[in-house]
């Protein structure tokens, strides 16, 4: 991300955009395609909007997590990213829409990835990498998930300051 220019900072679009375009060359196997389509999407969603609402990050996410299940083909409950990403979405959605801070949306949008991200090492893989292995991957949550997880960890200290 260190070698984007600073020009793609300047607006929440831009730099979702040139993000996705990033994760899409460095990142291999279908989730760097993925995290690209979905953040393309959320640049879409969030076009002209110099400063965005937490409603508004909210709808970004939630199209941006729609995309990702379109081009995948993937549902939640199948053992994917999908299994994190749809419940935080959901979750960023409903706090916005209560009227709780960007700090606690952001809290419960990262404990409802949690919990998704865990509830997938009781799931059979129907989807993804680890669809052929069946059986053998209960008690392992989903790498795809977890790492869901990992990178809104790290968004924490930013966005609840």
């Given at each position: 991300?260190?070698?984007?220019?600073a020009?793609?900072?300047?607006?929440?679009?831009?730099?979702?955009?040139?993000?996705?375009?990033?994760?899409?060359?460095?990142?291999?196997?279908?989730?760097?395609?993925?995290?690209?389509?979905?953040?393309?999407?959320?640049?879409?969603?969030?076009?002209?909007?110099?400063?965005?609402?937490?409603?508004?990050?909210?709808?970004?996410?939630?199209?941006?997590?729609?995309?990702?299940?379109?081009?995948?083909?993937?549902?939640?409950?199948?053992?994917?990213?999908?299994?994190?990403?749809?419940?935080?979405?959901?979750?960023?959605?409903?706090?916005?829409?209560?009227?709780?801070?960007?700090?606690?949306?952001?809290?419960?949008?990262?404990?409802?990835?949690?919990?998704?991200?865990?509830?997938?090492?009781?799931?059979?893989?129907?989807q993804?990498?680890?669809?052929?292995?069946?059986?053998?991957?209960?008690?392992i949550?989903?790498?795809?998930?977890?790492?869901?997880?990992?990178?809104?960890?790290?968004?924490?200290?930013?966005?609840?300051?």
């Amino acid at each position: 991300m260190r070698a984007l220019p600073a020009s793609v900072w300047y607006t929440p679009a831009s730099a979702l955009a040139a993000t996705g375009q990033a994760l899409r060359r460095a990142i291999g196997g279908s989730s760097g395609p993925f995290y690209a389509c979905a953040l393309i999407r959320a640049a879409q969603l969030l076009d002209r909007v110099e400063r965005p609402t937490l409603a508004q990050w909210a709808q970004a996410l939630d199209g941006g997590v729609q995309a990702l299940a379109e081009l995948g083909g993937a549902q939640p409950g199948q053992r994917t990213m999908l299994d994190a990403l749809r419940p935080a979405a959901d979750a960023l959605l409903a706090a916005a829409q209560a009227g709780a801070s960007p700090a606690q949306a952001f809290a419960a949008a990262l404990a409802a990835a949690r919990q998704g991200a865990e509830a997938t090492a009781e799931m059979l893989p129907a989807q993804g990498r680890a669809s052929y292995l069946g059986e053998r991957v209960r008690g392992i949550p989903d790498g795809g998930a977890v790492a869901v997880v990992c990178w809104l960890e790290a968004l924490e200290p930013v966005i609840t300051g």
